[in-house]
Every structure is written in C-alpha cells, then in structure tokens.
C-alpha cells in the first residue's frame, strides 16, 4: 500500500520569508498524482497545489510552489514571502493512476511569526 | 455555488447509540469519500463509493456504515461497535477515476462521546 510521510510535525517561518515542507512517499507505480492541501483552524480543507507525476516541471500557485524529485519520491512544497494567513496545517496527499483514493500524510502545523 | 454541506457541525453520542452523519454534495461528483481525522494525525479512509448503490471499505471500515442510494449523498452510521468514535469526520467528493481532480471537502462533523 501507498504511504506518505511528512517528517516535520510542526515548523515556523518569520512573516515575509520562505519556509519548505517536506514529504516523501512510497509506490511502485509511475504514473500518480500529488497535492497539497491546507487545513486552517477553521478545518476546512483546501487545496494548494497539484503536481501529475508525468510532468517534469514543478507546479507553481502564486507564493506556492514544489520541488517534485520523481526518482527520490520526494515531493516538498515551498512557501515564498509567508504571510499570517498561511499558519494551518499542510498535509501531502498522494493519489494513484485509478483515482480511487487518496493517502494523506500526518501533517506539518506551520505557525507564521509576525 | 456548488459545494459539500455536512451536518451536523457538533454530534453527541451516548454509549450503545447508532449516529448518523450526513453529507451532500450540488458538484454532481459521482465519487464521495468518509475520512476520520485524529488529533496528529493525517486523514484515514473509512469508506469510499463510486458509483450509486456501490461503496468499498477504506483503511478503518470497522464500527461504520454507508449507504449510496442517491448520488447527491453519502451518510455515515456510526455504529455502538465503534469504541472510540471521538474525531473529527471529513466527507469528500470528486470527478470519478480521473487522478488529477482533487477531492473536494465538506466543513467537517465533530463527534464526541458523552
């Protein structure tokens, strides 16, 4: 089965600077999808970014963007000029070929210091 | 505006009682997904359904039960076999077997025992 790990329980970043959330995961098929979604404290999930495996160049979103290493199975997303509003949790998802499923890592709370 | 609507936001349960969680979605999504989520913990699979009249058990099927009967809704019964049931309770929809559409979320039922 699919894992997804995100090895940073909690992280910071000063208001204005670049933080990088980590996740690696775990699969033997080549063709796959990855997000990342944030679940602020109101626990509403919502989605940040998506990156199809096939597709060599990394996903940007605005102030959001990932570093996707295919061979490594590493997928990190990177935060540029934080702001208050990006304090949540962040989670990594994977989702295989079919779609049936998604397979969520345990999350990084990242807090915003102004 | 298309969307997940779950309700209720609050559920208490006395011991031995059967709950039921609902969720509807307008995004005519044929996918819905139930996740339990834990305190530390990323979003676990209770069950999983395609298609109307169908549904598969996910990673913690065990104590719960759905029904599929319209495709707008995908409730959830908490059953009294359930001995832990305090969680968070996220319903999800999505476009059928097509990998990169993410899953749309609900705003979440939290349920406590009392």
């Known amino acids: 089965a699919q894992t997804v790990t995100q090895s940073q329980p909690e992280m910071s970043v000063q208001e204005a600077e670049t933080v990088t959330l980590s996740c690696t995961y775990d699969t033997s098929e080549s063709d796959y999808y990855l997000f990342w979604y944030k679940q602020p404290p109101s626990r509403q999930m919502i989605l940040v970014i998506r990156?199809?495996?096939?597709?060599?160049q990394n996903a940007t979103e605005n102030r959001f963007s990932v570093n996707f290493q295919k061979a490594a199975k590493s997928f990190s997303l990177k935060i540029s000029d934080s702001q208050l509003g990006d304090a949540a949790m962040y989670f990594c998802?994977?989702?295989?070929?079919?779609?049936?499923?998604?397979?969520f890592g345990a999350g990084t709370r990242l807090t915003v210091k102004p | 505006d298309g969307g997940i609507t779950q309700s209720p936001k609050y559920l208490f349960r006395k011991e031995g009682q059967n709950v039921t969680l609902s969720c509807e979605q307008n995004?005519?999504?044929?996918?819905m997904y139930w996740y339990r989520q834990d305190p530390g913990q990323g979003l676990r699979l209770i069950y999983y359904s395609q298609i109307v009249n169908d549904f598969q058990k996910g990673d913690i099927a065990e104590g719960y039960s759905v029904s599929r009967e319209k495709k707008e809704s995908f409730p959830l019964t908490v059953t009294s076999a359930q001995k832990n049931p305090t969680a968070f309770y996220l319903c999800?929809?999505?476009?059928?077997?097509?990998?990169?559409?993410?899953?749309?979320f609900g705003d979440g039922t939290r349920l406590s025992i009392l």
């Open positions: 990156q199809e495996a096939y597709k060599q």
């Open positions: 995004l005519n999504h044929d996918a």
């Open positions: 999800a929809s999505s476009i059928r077997r097509v990998g990169n559409q993410p899953q749309h």
């Open positions: 998802a994977y989702r295989p070929p079919s779609g049936n499923d998604m397979r």
